[in-house]
């Protein structure tokens, strides 16, 4: 039997493994700036948030109809929820511990959710 210690761990270890595969997937699909920080330090609302942009409304449905696909058919594993559209400039996909943000250009400026959550740890930047 797990310890509750021993459970943790585990959602920890499978949290940073989603959070991995989704930059997988950002990266080929050619999303820029990709930012994976760690959230636990700061909040306890999630573990990771996973931010990119893209460059068009067809490629942030493309990503996200992609992450929702194949983080299904890998993992098991659908959002909990998929918010915002396109044409809006920022979608937020809500996996519970991994929280991710697919935004256009000018959103991910104007939002600067980097800044806003400056003290949460940088795991990967990929430019």
Same mark, same amino acid.
């Given at each position: 039997?797990?310890?509750t210690e ?7 270890h499978?949290?940073l %493994?989603?959070a991995? @595969? !989704?930059?997988?997937?950002f990266?080929e699909k050619? %999303?820029q700036?990709?930012?994976?920080l760690?959230?636990r330090?700061v909040?306890?609302?999630?573990d990771?948030f996973?931010?990119?942009?893209t460059?068009? *409304? @067809?490629?942030? @449905?493309?990503?996200?109809? *992609?992450?929702v696909?194949?983080v &299904?058919a *890998?993992?098991?594993?659908l959002p909990l929820s #998929?918010?915002?559209v396109? *044409?809006?400039g920022w979608? !937020? ?5 991994v929280?991710?943000?697919?935004? %256009?250009?000018? &959103? @991910? %400026?104007?939002?600067?959710l980097?800044g806003l959550?400056a003290?949460a740890?940088? #795991?990967? &930047?990929?430019?």
């Amino acid at each position: 039997m797990q310890t509750t210690e021993q459970a943790i761990s585990v959602a920890v270890h499978d949290a940073l %493994a989603l959070a991995h @595969r !989704i930059l997988e997937i950002f990266e080929e699909k050619q %999303a820029q700036d990709i930012v994976l920080l760690d959230m636990r330090p700061v909040t306890i609302v999630t573990d990771y948030f996973l931010i990119g942009t893209t460059t068009s *409304e @067809r490629q942030s @449905r493309a990503v996200v109809d *992609e992450i929702v696909a194949r983080v &299904k058919a *890998e993992m098991g594993v659908l959002p909990l929820s #998929v918010q915002g559209v396109p *044409e809006g400039g920022w979608i !937020i996909m809500d996996y519970g511990d991994v929280v991710v943000h697919v935004f %256009a250009p000018e &959103k @991910r %400026a104007y939002y600067d959710l980097e800044g806003l959550w400056a003290d949460a740890p940088v #795991v990967v &930047k990929v430019p």
